[in-house]
């Protein structure tokens, strides 16, 4: 779904002779990749000539594209790109523009739909429980540096108290019941 300017329209965008864009929203100047930015963010936009008013936003859309794919991020292939030349002057050409137009939109509500089954699969998949078993596990792993509070009894000793052997006794028992609680919530 296309955002509009409070449901007003397009946002209108001014071209000026010296190729600067004028975004009348925001009484600012901005560049292609603002506009850009708007197209991913579903942002509908009108770029007119300032001089003339004609609409060019064809022009510039397809402008962005090829500063799309100089960049290095290809999407269309040379094959699509020779058979879409060789449609122009075609009697299929009329026809073109629709099925583009169709195809695309089925193309994102196929995405969407893909996404939204992947984030649901593993909402309640044994993936999703290893995820909780290792941050119980973390958690657990964690807490075992932290200093034991004298409330529950497992007081570790001070530097130079108890010496070593004690401090590794009340950690290995300290592990132990960790695990213990490991084990009991992969149940």
Same mark, same amino acid.
């Given at each position: 779904?296309?955002?509009?300017?409070?449901? &007003?329209? !397009?946002?209108?965008?001014?071209?000026?002779?010296? *190729? *600067?864009?004028?975004?009348?929203?925001?009484?600012?100047?901005?560049?292609?990749?603002? +506009?850009?930015?708007?197209?991913?963010?579903?942002?509908? #936009?009108?770029?007119?000539?300032?001089?003339?008013?004609?609409?060019?936003?064809?022009?510039?859309?397809?402008?962005?594209? %090829?500063?799309?794919?100089?960049?290095?991020?290809? %999407? +269309? !292939?040379?094959? $699509?790109?020779?058979?879409?030349?060789?449609?122009? =002057?075609?009697?299929?050409?009329?026809?073109? !523009? &629709?099925?583009?137009?169709?195809?695309?939109?089925?193309?994102?509500?196929?995405?969407?739909? #893909?996404?939204?089954?992947?984030?649901?699969?593993?909402?309640?998949?044994? +993936?999703?429980?290893?995820?909780? /078993?290792?941050?119980?596990? $973390?958690?657990?792993?964690?807490?075992? #540096?932290?200093?034991?509070?004298?409330?529950?009894?497992?007081?570790? !000793?001070?530097?130079?108290? &108890? =010496?070593?052997?004690?401090?590794?006794?009340? +950690?290995?028992?300290?592990?132990? /019941?960790?695990?213990?609680?490991?084990?009991?919530?992969?149940?």
């Amino acid at each position: 779904m296309k955002k509009t300017v409070s449901d &007003g329209g !397009p946002v209108i965008i001014k071209k000026y002779a010296n *190729r *600067r864009l004028y975004n009348t929203e925001t009484s600012s100047y901005i560049t292609l990749d603002h +506009l850009a930015a708007m197209t991913r963010e579903g942002r509908d #936009f009108k770029v007119v000539d300032a001089k003339s008013d004609e609409d060019i936003t064809h022009n510039v859309l397809t402008q962005i594209i %090829m500063e799309e794919e100089s960049r290095g991020q290809t %999407m +269309l !292939p040379v094959s $699509f790109l020779r058979q879409l030349i060789s449609l122009y =002057g075609d009697s299929m050409q009329a026809v073109v !523009p &629709g099925y583009l137009e169709a195809s695309m939109e089925s193309f994102r509500r196929n995405q969407e739909q #893909f996404k939204s089954a992947v984030e649901g699969a593993f909402a309640n998949s044994p +993936l999703a429980e290893i995820a909780k /078993r290792n941050m119980a596990m $973390f958690e657990a792993a964690t807490s075992a #540096f932290k200093p034991a509070s004298p409330a529950n009894g497992n007081v570790a !000793p001070a530097a130079g108290e &108890g =010496g070593s052997e004690s401090e590794m006794q009340a +950690l290995r028992a300290e592990l132990a /019941r960790l695990q213990e609680k490991v084990d009991k919530l992969a149940k």
